[in-house]
């Protein structure tokens, strides 16, 4: 996932620029593929009301005395959900561009995944947006900050981007045109009107088209989508990685390569790629030393290290001697 998390990166910041999606070309379909599941991870989450540790950091789940395995876990789950938010920017981004894509990105957008329902659903459930304690929260610059009323009301990047998303894909003529506007289709969308508010409108005048096609959409049949007769392009890049290696390595061949590469991972560049900088387990101020058995619990100085060994003692025993199991069996092998 951390090499997930860089590529993602290094794709939001040059699919910003037209010339990248025109030099994409038919690739263009298989990131299309990649931000649709990464948005159904999205709309799956919502308000997730069960994940209650959304505001502690690292520091503080090591504390929970979590295993291995459940802090594994939740990494994985603050991983995804931040490139899931960075993919919703490169979807954006594609919809800036359409000028400068195949036919058949537009219409797998449009209705093969049905992006502007997906969104509709962002905009109705956000989960960057959440409450704990009757207080509001918002992920804001790849972190959770606590906002007043007032600011919550202030549009954050992340939403900008699904408006931006849903004012293309509803507004530019050619959607309209390719876009199968059912009626299950158009009763969702005419659920935006809602949520166009005069705060929203003063932050995004531009929206304010799309709230008039909103409003005669709703009284209007909408007309059958153009028929023209083209051939489709399919994305090959994942079906042609998954069919290349299916079935190719045993489970022993998997294990070892995963021990080869860990054995190359230098701890200090991982923690680079975290948005939130090591706390101190025991202050809570920013850390530079770690413990040097078990690689896993961060302190600002030898006092706070000294002083919490009694507590770190039995977990540090537990980490080290996985970590020594893990890499015999990968001698061995």
Wanted: glycine share 4%; charged share 30%; net charge negative.
């Amino acid at each position: 996932l951390y090499h997930e998390a860089t590529v993602v990166n290094l794709l939001e910041t040059m699919m910003f620029y037209k010339e990248t999606c025109e030099v994409a070309n038919d690739s263009v379909l298989d990131l299309v593929d990649y931000c649709y599941r990464k948005l159904c991870f999205l709309v799956a989450k919502g308000n997730d009301e069960e994940d209650e540790d959304f505001l502690q950091d690292s520091g503080d789940v090591t504390k929970k005395m979590l295993s291995t395995m459940e802090e594994l876990e939740v990494q994985d789950g603050r991983l995804q959900f931040e490139i899931s938010i960075k993919a919703l920017s490169l979807l954006r981004y594609i919809t800036d561009h359409f000028d400068s894509v195949s036919l058949s990105v537009m219409t797998r957008i449009l209705n093969t995944h049905d992006i502007p329902i997906l969104l509709v659903q962002l905009v109705e459930s956000p989960p960057w947006t959440r409450k704990k304690n009757g207080q509001i929260y918002k992920f804001i610059e790849g972190k959770w900050q606590e906002v007043s009323f007032e600011d919550s009301l202030k549009l954050t990047k992340t939403e900008g981007q699904v408006w931006l998303a849903l004012f293309h894909l509803l507004m530019e003529r050619e959607c309209q045109e390719k876009y199968d506007l059912n009626n299950y289709r158009k009763n969702t969308i005419i659920k935006l009107r809602s949520y166009l508010t005069e705060i929203l409108l003063d932050q995004m005048p531009v929206l304010g088209e799309l709230q008039r096609y909103l409003e005669h959409l709703s009284i209007m049949e909408p007309h059958p989508p153009k028929k023209d007769f083209i051939l489709e392009q399919v994305p090959e890049i994942r079906e042609k990685l998954l069919s290349k290696y299916d079935g190719k390595w045993t489970e022993a061949e998997v294990r070892a390569q995963a021990q080869r590469w860990a054995s190359t991972y230098n701890f200090d560049v991982l923690e680079e790629l975290i948005s939130e900088p090591p706390k101190c387990s025991v202050c809570g101020q920013p850390a530079s030393k770690r413990c040097s058995r078990c690689q896993n619990e961060w302190y600002c100085r030898r006092e706070c290290q000294v002083g919490h060994w009694k507590k770190h003692k039995n977990a540090c025993d537990l980490l080290y001697n996985a970590m020594e199991k893990i890499k015999n069996k990968g001698e061995q092998l």
